[in-house]
Protein backbone atom coordinates (compact mmCIF):
# COMPACT_ATOMS: atom_id res chain seq x y z
CA UNK A 1 0.00 0.00 0.00
CA UNK A 2 1.10 3.61 -0.85
CA UNK A 3 1.66 6.36 1.38
CA UNK A 4 -0.97 9.01 1.44
CA UNK A 5 0.36 11.83 -0.77
CA UNK A 6 0.61 15.71 -0.25
CA UNK A 7 -2.57 17.80 -1.18
CA UNK A 8 -2.75 19.50 -4.40
CA UNK A 9 -3.81 23.09 -5.01
CA UNK A 10 -7.31 23.47 -5.58
CA UNK A 11 -8.45 21.06 -3.13
CA UNK A 12 -10.71 22.12 -0.37
CA UNK A 13 -10.92 20.19 2.65
CA UNK A 14 -13.83 17.96 2.97
CA UNK A 15 -14.73 16.73 6.62
CA UNK A 16 -17.26 14.26 8.73
CA UNK A 17 -18.20 15.97 11.34
CA UNK A 18 -18.64 14.29 14.56
CA UNK A 19 -18.85 15.57 17.91
CA UNK A 20 -17.05 18.44 17.44
CA UNK A 21 -14.46 16.46 15.89
CA UNK A 22 -13.37 16.50 12.59
CA UNK A 23 -12.31 13.69 10.14
CA UNK A 24 -11.42 15.62 6.53
CA UNK A 25 -9.28 15.05 3.24
CA UNK A 26 -7.88 17.33 0.94
CA UNK A 27 -10.16 16.55 -1.76
CA UNK A 28 -12.05 17.71 -4.62
CA UNK A 29 -16.03 17.09 -5.23
CA UNK A 30 -16.40 15.57 -8.89
CA UNK A 31 -19.83 15.09 -8.11
CA UNK A 32 -22.65 15.17 -5.56
CA UNK A 33 -26.18 14.09 -5.98
CA UNK A 34 -29.50 13.76 -3.88
CA UNK A 35 -31.26 10.42 -4.19
CA UNK A 36 -35.09 9.34 -2.27
CA UNK A 37 -32.49 8.16 0.57
CA UNK A 38 -29.13 10.87 1.13
CA UNK A 39 -26.86 13.24 -0.22
CA UNK A 40 -24.42 10.76 -2.16
CA UNK A 41 -20.72 12.55 -2.51
CA UNK A 42 -17.67 11.65 -4.68
CA UNK A 43 -14.36 12.99 -3.99
CA UNK A 44 -11.08 13.05 -5.15
CA UNK A 45 -8.17 13.69 -2.96
CA UNK A 46 -4.02 13.05 -3.46
CA UNK A 47 -4.25 11.02 -0.23
CA UNK A 48 -7.02 8.25 -1.02
CA UNK A 49 -7.39 8.31 -4.08
CA UNK A 50 -11.95 8.68 -5.36
CA UNK A 51 -14.03 8.37 -2.18
CA UNK A 52 -17.32 7.92 -1.19
CA UNK A 53 -19.45 10.10 1.43
CA UNK A 54 -23.12 9.87 2.07
CA UNK A 55 -25.50 12.52 4.33
CA UNK A 56 -21.32 14.01 4.79
CA UNK A 57 -20.09 10.44 6.27
CA UNK A 58 -17.23 8.64 4.80
CA UNK A 59 -17.95 5.48 3.13
CA UNK A 60 -15.15 4.49 1.41
CA UNK A 61 -11.98 5.61 -0.08
CA UNK A 62 -9.69 3.71 -3.33
CA UNK A 63 -6.38 3.21 -1.45
CA UNK A 64 -8.20 2.76 2.37
CA UNK A 65 -10.86 0.60 1.65
CA UNK A 66 -9.05 -2.72 2.37
CA UNK A 67 -8.80 -1.73 5.84
CA UNK A 68 -12.59 -2.14 5.76
CA UNK A 69 -14.09 -4.72 3.51
CA UNK A 70 -11.18 -7.73 3.94
CA UNK A 71 -12.10 -7.53 7.91
CA UNK A 72 -15.75 -7.57 7.52
CA UNK A 73 -15.94 -10.62 4.76
CA UNK A 74 -12.54 -13.05 5.31
CA UNK A 75 -13.68 -14.25 9.26
CA UNK A 76 -16.74 -15.20 7.88
CA UNK A 77 -15.87 -16.80 4.54
CA UNK A 78 -12.87 -18.60 5.83
CA UNK A 79 -15.47 -20.22 8.69
CA UNK A 80 -18.98 -20.70 7.58
CA UNK A 81 -19.10 -24.64 7.35
CA UNK A 82 -20.18 -23.99 3.59
CA UNK A 83 -20.31 -20.83 1.60
CA UNK A 84 -22.22 -21.44 -1.60
CA UNK A 85 -24.75 -18.92 -0.77
CA UNK A 86 -23.85 -15.63 0.85
CA UNK A 87 -26.06 -12.15 1.19
CA UNK A 88 -24.74 -9.05 1.35
CA UNK A 89 -27.16 -6.39 2.67
CA UNK A 90 -25.91 -2.58 2.07
CA UNK A 91 -22.41 -2.81 0.03
CA UNK A 92 -23.50 -0.63 -2.64
CA UNK A 93 -19.90 0.04 -3.80
CA UNK A 94 -19.01 -3.47 -4.02
CA UNK A 95 -16.10 -3.83 -2.47
CA UNK A 96 -17.85 -6.38 0.03
CA UNK A 97 -19.00 -8.91 -2.77
CA UNK A 98 -15.50 -8.60 -4.54
CA UNK A 99 -14.04 -9.91 -1.87
CA UNK A 100 -16.60 -12.39 -1.15
CA UNK A 101 -16.47 -13.35 -4.71
CA UNK A 102 -12.85 -14.04 -4.26
CA UNK A 103 -13.65 -17.24 -2.61
CA UNK A 104 -14.44 -19.83 -5.06
CA UNK A 105 -16.38 -21.95 -2.56
CA UNK A 106 -18.87 -19.03 -3.28
CA UNK A 107 -22.10 -20.42 -5.31
CA UNK A 108 -24.80 -17.49 -5.59
CA UNK A 109 -24.49 -14.14 -4.15
CA UNK A 110 -27.41 -11.90 -3.38
CA UNK A 111 -26.96 -8.24 -2.83
CA UNK A 112 -29.23 -6.09 -1.54
CA UNK A 113 -29.01 -2.48 -1.79
CA UNK A 114 -31.26 0.35 -1.12
CA UNK A 115 -29.77 2.77 -3.24
CA UNK A 116 -29.43 2.19 -6.71
CA UNK A 117 -27.53 5.34 -7.34
CA UNK A 118 -25.01 4.62 -5.33
CA UNK A 119 -24.70 2.00 -6.83
CA UNK A 120 -24.33 3.86 -10.31
CA UNK A 121 -21.85 6.60 -9.03
CA UNK A 122 -19.56 3.84 -7.28
CA UNK A 123 -19.63 1.98 -10.29
CA UNK A 124 -18.64 4.81 -12.34
CA UNK A 125 -16.45 6.73 -10.42
CA UNK A 126 -14.66 4.02 -8.12
CA UNK A 127 -14.59 0.95 -10.25
CA UNK A 128 -12.17 -0.98 -8.69
CA UNK A 129 -13.93 -1.29 -5.80
CA UNK A 130 -16.43 -3.57 -7.13
CA UNK A 131 -13.64 -4.64 -9.23
CA UNK A 132 -14.83 -8.03 -11.39
CA UNK A 133 -17.84 -8.44 -9.02
CA UNK A 134 -20.32 -6.78 -10.86
CA UNK A 135 -19.90 -8.69 -14.21
CA UNK A 136 -19.20 -12.00 -12.27
CA UNK A 137 -22.01 -14.75 -13.02
CA UNK A 138 -22.85 -15.50 -9.72
CA UNK A 139 -23.58 -12.14 -8.53
CA UNK A 140 -27.07 -10.89 -8.04
CA UNK A 141 -27.85 -7.29 -7.38
CA UNK A 142 -31.27 -5.75 -6.28
CA UNK A 143 -31.76 -2.57 -5.02
CA UNK A 144 -34.29 -2.66 -2.97
CA UNK A 145 -35.14 -2.88 1.10
CA UNK A 146 -32.04 -5.22 2.66
CA UNK A 147 -34.61 -5.30 5.70
CA UNK A 148 -37.35 -6.13 3.84
CA UNK A 149 -35.52 -9.12 1.96
CA UNK A 150 -34.36 -10.41 4.96
CA UNK A 151 -37.93 -10.66 6.28
CA UNK A 152 -39.50 -12.30 3.09
CA UNK A 153 -36.47 -14.50 2.83
CA UNK A 154 -36.88 -18.35 3.81
CA UNK A 155 -35.59 -20.17 6.61
CA UNK A 156 -32.26 -21.14 6.23
CA UNK A 157 -31.50 -20.26 2.94
CA UNK A 158 -27.75 -18.65 2.89
CA UNK A 159 -24.49 -19.67 4.84
CA UNK A 160 -23.70 -16.62 5.18
CA UNK A 161 -25.25 -12.89 6.11
CA UNK A 162 -22.88 -9.61 6.00
CA UNK A 163 -24.21 -6.45 6.74
CA UNK A 164 -22.21 -3.45 4.95
CA UNK A 165 -24.41 -0.81 6.12
CA UNK A 166 -23.76 3.06 7.10
CA UNK A 167 -24.18 4.49 10.88
CA UNK A 168 -27.60 3.76 12.30
CA UNK A 169 -29.37 6.66 11.19
CA UNK A 170 -31.56 7.45 7.63
CA UNK A 171 -31.98 4.44 5.56
CA UNK A 172 -29.19 2.77 7.68
CA UNK A 173 -31.40 2.64 10.96
CA UNK A 174 -32.93 -0.38 10.91
CA UNK A 175 -29.84 -2.38 10.40
CA UNK A 176 -29.35 -2.47 13.71
CA UNK A 177 -32.36 -3.30 15.79
CA UNK A 178 -33.60 -6.63 17.03
CA UNK A 179 -36.32 -8.13 15.03
CA UNK A 180 -33.73 -7.34 11.85
CA UNK A 181 -30.66 -9.88 13.45
CA UNK A 182 -33.54 -12.10 14.51
CA UNK A 183 -34.38 -12.75 10.62
CA UNK A 184 -30.63 -12.62 9.64
CA UNK A 185 -30.31 -15.58 12.60
CA UNK A 186 -33.27 -17.32 10.90
CA UNK A 187 -31.61 -16.98 7.45
CA UNK A 188 -28.73 -19.04 8.34
CA UNK A 189 -28.10 -22.43 7.54
CA UNK A 190 -26.35 -24.91 10.06
CA UNK A 191 -22.62 -23.63 10.75
CA UNK A 192 -23.85 -20.25 9.02
CA UNK A 193 -21.80 -17.22 9.92
CA UNK A 194 -23.12 -13.61 10.16
CA UNK A 195 -21.21 -10.20 10.22
CA UNK A 196 -22.04 -6.88 10.65
CA UNK A 197 -19.95 -3.76 10.53
CA UNK A 198 -20.79 -2.39 14.22
CA UNK A 199 -19.25 1.05 14.12
CA UNK A 200 -16.29 2.72 16.38
CA UNK A 201 -15.61 1.84 19.89
CA UNK A 202 -14.56 5.14 20.38
CA UNK A 203 -16.76 7.58 18.51
CA UNK A 204 -19.80 5.44 18.42
CA UNK A 205 -19.01 3.90 21.90
CA UNK A 206 -22.79 2.93 23.27
CA UNK A 207 -24.23 1.67 19.92
CA UNK A 208 -20.79 -0.15 19.61
CA UNK A 209 -21.47 -1.97 22.64
CA UNK A 210 -25.34 -2.34 22.61
CA UNK A 211 -24.43 -3.93 19.02
CA UNK A 212 -22.07 -6.52 20.60
CA UNK A 213 -24.79 -7.17 24.01
CA UNK A 214 -27.95 -7.66 21.16
CA UNK A 215 -26.24 -9.93 18.70
CA UNK A 216 -25.24 -12.35 21.64
CA UNK A 217 -28.65 -12.62 22.76
CA UNK A 218 -30.09 -13.55 19.39
CA UNK A 219 -27.23 -15.17 18.21
CA UNK A 220 -26.20 -16.71 21.18
CA UNK A 221 -22.14 -16.29 20.70
CA UNK A 222 -21.15 -13.07 19.40
CA UNK A 223 -17.62 -11.30 19.08
CA UNK A 224 -16.58 -7.91 18.13
CA UNK A 225 -13.12 -8.01 15.68
CA UNK A 226 -11.07 -4.99 16.23
CA UNK A 227 -9.55 -2.50 13.56
CA UNK A 228 -8.76 0.81 12.06
CA UNK A 229 -10.18 2.49 9.15
CA UNK A 230 -8.03 5.80 9.32
CA UNK A 231 -10.52 7.80 7.78
CA UNK A 232 -14.21 6.66 9.71
CA UNK A 233 -14.76 8.75 13.04
CA UNK A 234 -11.77 7.82 15.48
CA UNK A 235 -9.72 6.09 12.78
CA UNK A 236 -10.58 2.45 15.49
CA UNK A 237 -13.50 0.48 14.11
CA UNK A 238 -15.10 -2.54 14.66
CA UNK A 239 -17.04 -5.98 12.87
CA UNK A 240 -19.13 -8.42 15.22
CA UNK A 241 -19.66 -11.82 13.94
CA UNK A 242 -22.01 -14.33 15.29
CA UNK A 243 -23.30 -17.52 14.78
CA UNK A 244 -26.12 -19.45 16.97
CA UNK A 245 -23.59 -23.02 17.22
CA UNK A 246 -20.52 -21.72 18.56
CA UNK A 247 -17.80 -18.97 17.84
CA UNK A 248 -16.41 -20.76 14.83
CA UNK A 249 -15.83 -17.21 12.77
CA UNK A 250 -12.70 -17.24 15.59
CA UNK A 251 -10.26 -19.61 14.02
CA UNK A 252 -9.61 -19.45 9.99
CA UNK A 253 -10.06 -22.81 8.13
CA UNK A 254 -6.34 -23.39 6.76
CA UNK A 255 -7.21 -24.20 3.26
CA UNK A 256 -9.60 -21.36 2.86
CA UNK A 257 -7.80 -18.88 4.47
CA UNK A 258 -4.49 -19.85 2.64
CA UNK A 259 -6.42 -19.25 -1.22
CA UNK A 260 -7.24 -15.38 -0.16
CA UNK A 261 -4.79 -14.27 2.21
CA UNK A 262 -1.93 -13.84 -0.62
CA UNK A 263 -4.15 -11.28 -2.48
CA UNK A 264 -4.87 -9.58 1.30
CA UNK A 265 -3.10 -5.79 2.31
CA UNK A 266 -4.57 -5.94 6.06
CA UNK A 267 -6.37 -9.28 6.57
CA UNK A 268 -4.30 -12.48 7.72
CA UNK A 269 -5.12 -15.14 9.85
CA UNK A 270 -2.81 -14.13 12.07
CA UNK A 271 -4.00 -10.54 12.31
CA UNK A 272 -7.59 -11.91 12.60
CA UNK A 273 -6.29 -13.17 15.74
CA UNK A 274 -4.91 -10.40 17.09
CA UNK A 275 -8.27 -8.59 16.01
CA UNK A 276 -10.50 -10.72 17.69
CA UNK A 277 -8.24 -10.60 21.43
CA UNK A 278 -7.95 -6.75 21.20
CA UNK A 279 -11.10 -5.43 23.27
CA UNK A 280 -10.42 -2.61 25.30
CA UNK A 281 -10.72 -3.21 28.75
CA UNK A 282 -13.92 -0.75 29.01
CA UNK A 283 -15.70 -2.98 26.47
CA UNK A 284 -14.80 -6.03 27.85
CA UNK A 285 -16.41 -5.08 31.49
CA UNK A 286 -19.62 -3.62 29.93
CA UNK A 287 -20.07 -6.95 28.27
CA UNK A 288 -19.12 -8.88 31.03
CA UNK A 289 -21.62 -6.49 33.22
CA UNK A 290 -24.20 -7.44 30.52
CA UNK A 291 -23.64 -11.40 31.37
CA UNK A 292 -24.14 -11.23 34.51
CA UNK A 293 -20.58 -10.76 35.85
CA UNK A 294 -19.04 -8.08 38.29
CA UNK A 295 -17.82 -5.43 35.72
N1 LIG B 1 -19.16 5.46 9.54
C1 LIG B 1 -19.07 4.72 8.36
C2 LIG B 1 -19.64 3.36 8.41
C3 LIG B 1 -19.70 2.85 7.03
C4 LIG B 1 -19.76 1.42 6.88
N2 LIG B 1 -20.01 1.00 5.53
C5 LIG B 1 -19.06 1.46 4.57
C6 LIG B 1 -19.36 0.98 3.19
C7 LIG B 1 -18.18 0.40 2.53
N3 LIG B 1 -18.51 -0.62 1.63
Same mark, same amino acid.
Given at each position: ??????? *????????????????????????? *? =???????T =????P?????????? &??????????? /??????????????????? %?V??????????? &?? !????????D??E?????????? !????? %???????????? +??????????????D??? @???????????? #?????????????? !????R #???????????????????? @?????? !???????D?? /???? #??? #?????????? &?????? /???? +?A????????? &????????????????????E???????????
Amino acid at each position: MQPPAAP *RSGDAWVDEELDGVRYGLAATVVEE *R =ISPYQRIT =IIDSPAYGKGLLLDG &CWMTAERQERH /YHEPLVHPALCAAASIERV %LVIGGGDGGTARE &CL !RHAGVVHLDMVEIDGLVVELAR !RHLPS %LGGGAWSDPRFH +LTVGDGIGWAASSADASY @DVVLVDGSDPAG #PAEGLFNRSFFQHC !RRLLR #PGGVFATQSESPEAFRQVHI @DTVRLL !REVFGHADPL /YGWV #PMY #PSGWWSWTFA &CPDGPR /YREP +LAERAAAVAGG &CAIWSPRWQRGAFEAVPAFVERALAATDGDQP
